[in-house]
């Protein structure tokens, strides 16, 4: 029996986001296949996840929608196949709102058809 890894390397980064007296400090994607290997562009693929860590007590939203952030100020969200935009916005307890638009890149999808 074969194991393959249910997420390709390639659908994946994960984002730590650092804020600091709500102005974005440092704004860090890593690739998954390595988690320190440092990504120099901020993107994803259609169909990918992202993992975000947030100031504690943060809100967040992702294309509009609310996401749940844990206790330690940490977040996944995940990209459809068919996602063309990814918004961040957040609030950080007594700052401003902030928000970030992160590069989606598209990816061609092989699709198996059944017959029968």
């Known amino acids: 029996m074969t194991v393959t890894n249910p997420f390709p390397k ?4 994960i984002i730590l986001m650092t804020l600091s007296s709500g102005l974005l400090a440092d704004v860090s994607f890593y690739s998954l296949k390595n988690s320190t290997e440092r990504l120099a562009k901020p993107e994803i693929s259609q169909g990918g996840a ?17 996401i749940f952030v844990d206790a330690e100020g940490q977040a996944l969200v995940a990209l459809g196949r068919d996602a063309t935009q990814a918004q961040l916005r957040w609030i950080a307890p007594s700052s401003p709102e902030k928000e970030q638009q992160i590069p989606v890149l598209k990816r061609h999808f092989a699709i198996e058809r059944v017959n029968g």
């Open 10 to 13: 390639v659908l994946i980064m």
């Open 50 to 66: 992202l993992l975000l860590r947030v100031p504690k007590g943060s809100q967040l939203w992702f294309n509009d929608k609310p």
